[in-house]
């Protein structure tokens, strides 16, 4: 069986934020493929909305046997079993209690309308590059 290397960063923003995001690596371990690095949590203010409510952020690392597409699915189902209802459409953010985004895929590049890898705006997000900085050192 061949084995992937895949980045992805996580958010939260309602409820138990850090407990969030310590279930959802969890799941990620499960259901995409063992994480082998795991940033800090990071407190971090809204990107591209206005709320009253700080993001809690972090990176993990894991080696999957998952394609691209098959990541993209488990990390949806991970976020709609954690309560996530919808994503953002249109550009148009909005407080969430998990968001999972996958960063980099081994040294490949997908361009799809509903997949891209790596993440076409990581490189504007200090709440994703500092975490995933971390682990990749």
Same mark, same amino acid.
């Given at each position: 069986?061949? *084995?992937?290397?895949? *980045?992805?960063?996580?958010?939260?923003?309602?409820?138990?934020?850090? !407990?969030?995001?310590? @279930?959802? %690596?969890?799941?990620?371990? =499960?259901? $995409?493929?063992? $994480?082998?690095?795991?940033?800090?949590? *990071?407190?971090?203010?809204?990107?591209?909305?206005?709320? +009253?409510?700080?993001? $809690?952020?972090a !990176? %993990? +690392? +894991? @080696? #999957?046997?998952? #394609?691209?597409?098959?990541?993209?699915?488990? #990390?949806? !189902?991970?976020?709609?079993?954690?309560?996530? #209802? /919808? =994503?953002?459409?249109?550009? /148009? *953010?909005?407080?969430?209690?998990?968001?999972?985004?996958i960063?980099?895929?081994?040294?490949?590049? %997908?361009?799809e309308?509903?997949? =891209?890898?790596?993440?076409?705006?990581?490189?504007?997000?200090?709440?994703?590059?500092?975490?995933?900085?971390?682990?990749?050192?």
């Amino acid at each position: 069986m061949e *084995y992937h290397t895949v *980045y992805l960063g996580l958010g939260s923003n309602l409820g138990d934020r850090r !407990a969030t995001l310590s @279930r959802a %690596v969890q799941m990620i371990d =499960k259901l $995409v493929g063992a $994480v082998v690095r795991r940033s800090a949590f *990071y407190e971090t203010e809204p990107w591209g909305f206005d709320s +009253c409510h700080a993001f $809690v952020n972090a !990176a %993990v +690392c +894991c @080696r #999957t046997a998952l #394609t691209p597409r098959g990541v993209l699915l488990e #990390t949806q !189902a991970i976020e709609r079993a954690l309560g996530r #209802t /919808h =994503k953002s459409e249109g550009g /148009h *953010y909005a407080d969430r209690t998990v968001d999972i985004d996958i960063l980099l895929y081994d040294d490949i590049s %997908v361009d799809e309308p509903d997949l =891209k890898i790596p993440h076409p705006l990581m490189r504007q997000r200090d709440f994703v590059m500092v975490p995933l900085g971390e682990i990749m050192g």
